[in-house]
């Protein structure tokens, strides 16, 4: 019988455990010179740096860093 609440040891439950940092081999294209290392970001700002390092295509990807700065208020 499965344990009170549903929540079993070898659940799919907690879908975070990195500690909120990103895993090492889902970056493919390292960040520019003049991105912060990103350790205090939130959600957003990490979804796109994630989405940034992920993305093949340099113009997009470039893109995608303009919007990470914009967001954390970085001047390019």
Same mark, same amino acid.
């Given at each position: ?5 549903? !929540?079993? *040891?070898?659940?799919?439950? *907690? ?7 990103? +895993? ?5 294209? +390292? +960040? ?5 290392? *990103? ?8 979804? &796109? ?12 990807? $470039?893109? &995608?860093?303009? $919007? !990470? ?8």
């Amino acid at each position: 019988m499965a344990e009170a609440g549903g !929540y079993g *040891g070898s659940g799919m439950g *907690g879908a975070s455990s990195g500690g909120g940092q990103m +895993p090492q081999d889902t970056a493919k294209y +390292p +960040p520019p010179a003049d991105i912060p290392t *990103g350790n205090d970001d939130d959600v957003v700002a990490r979804q &796109l740096r994630e989405a940034a390092m992920r993305e093949p295509d340099p113009a997009v990807r $470039e893109k &995608l860093w303009d $919007e !990470y700065r914009k967001y954390k208020g970085i001047d390019p």
